[in-house]
């Protein structure tokens, strides 16, 4: 890619200079003599420079009103300013409106290069992410949650309006697999957020150890292994959104924190003394009932009135089955791309199937069979031999001493762990203590998770 140049300067020899030495390096050049001439080449279209290299005074005004007006009007581009008398106050406001550099007169040639040919790397790496928001947006409209059911067009409904609400924190319920990532990110792309950051963080899949210093942060020496200070999760996400995926799994001491920071638009890093403000959109999952965690004592009451101002449930796949007409042929046109197959045709014994299964897993593990029948079709019939589903029942299945485990993607970890459970109470007749004797675990390791997943007591 050409780097794109363009010039204020009203001397008219440096300013020749300086376009035929840049011209020279490679650079697309353009001159303006005056703010008049600059900002018709900035606002005309035909030409949009990564970097300016501007005179601070010019004949019709200060460089700078310039500048401000330019990022007002969210113009592209890194700014660097060369002027022959300048003074503190405009080198000031010029890196307050986002200059890259401020550099006086007469500024060595090379030196000068140096700096615009950073200016340009940072104009590129700032454009590719612009791109990139841009393509998350369009990606993440509310559209994306797709289905023509009444169930979808609800969902659908809910998240256009919640994306348009100025919320701070927000609670997404539903089974797994159900869309609540998706839901997230159609939350922030579609939100006012958009242009700041969406950093994800899965709570179940972070250590207990590990957690809050993630969460929070930390400063050097604020335990063993703190080498440095580390920005935490929390103020990475400043000026975008947070998603605590798996919130239910979060420690209880943490849920206060993390209602404090909510509270107080704050936080402390781990071994730091200073507050630090952050501006923070939180949204929060879960698969599990948290009022029913909240009775049992499990999940903080507080904090999930304060997370439950604003709330959005997801429906079950089976609660909205005619939407699997439209999921189905976007997931075999996202495969064929991925895995350049050229699946086209579904036949009807295959829609019989799909729409007869009870889908314990959800639109997750609907996509999961696409892809698997994708990946192994041989021509442009979806292959009915790979779906897979007359084994997989939507409930336990347990017979004599074994327990049926569906290993299709249609079940988390943790469900896998509660199945077991459930089947090993089930055959103690709810006896704790010899359901741990089948599972060969402690009565207290045992209680633990039968209180984890709320399977009563034992």
Known sequence: ???????????????????RHFRREG?????????????????????????????MNLPDGNALDLLEDAREAGLPGEWVFVTGYGSVPDS????????????????????????????????????????????????????AYAGDSAAAHEARDMLARLAQVPFSALLIGGETGTGKGLAARILHYAGARRRGPLVEVNCAALPRELIEGEL????????????????????????????????GELPLDLQVKLLKVIEDKSLRRLGGERVIAVD?????????????????????ADLFHRLSVFRLVLPPLRARRDDIRQLVPLFIREYNAKAGRRVARVPDAVWAKLAAYDWPGNVRELRNVVERCVLLAEDEIFPERWL????????????????WLPLDGS???????????????????GNVTGA??????????LRYRVEKFGLGKG
């Open 1 to 19: 890619m050409t780097p794109s140049l363009l010039i204020v300067e009203d001397e008219a020899l440096l300013g020749q200079e300086l376009q």
């Open 92 to 143: 000031v406001r010029a890196l307050k409106l986002g200059a890259l550099d401020f550099l006086e007169k007469p500024v060595d040639v090379g030196r000068l290069s140096l700096v615009l040919n950073a200016a340009v790397r940072t104009a590129h790496a700032e454009r590719r992410l612009t791109d990139q928001a841009a393509g998350e947006e369009k990606r993440y409209a509310p559209q």
């Open 216 to 247: 929070f942060g930390h400063e050097a020496g604020a335990f063993t292994g703190a080498k440095g200070r580390r920005r935490g999760l929390i103020e990475q996400a400043s000026g975008g959104t947070l998603f605590l995926d798996e919130i």
């Open 436 to 445: 741990a004797r089948l599972l060969k675990s402690t009565r207290e390791t």
């Open 27 to 55: 650079w697309e050049v353009r001159l303006a003599a005056t703010l008049a001439e600059a900002r018709t080449q900035l606002w005309g279209g035909e030409f949009e420079p990564a970097v300016v290299l501007s005179d």
């Open 388 to 403: 897979q589903l007359s084994a997989a029942a939507p409930a336990p299945a347990a017979s004599g001493d074994g327990v």
């Open 280 to 300: 923070v959109q939180f949204v929060a999952a879960s698969n599990r009932d948290l009022e029913t965690e909240v009775r049992e004592n499990r999940f903080r």
């Open 411 to 429: 079940l988390s970890l943790e469900d896998m762990e509660r199945r077991l459970v459930e089947a090993a109470l089930t055959r103690a007749d």
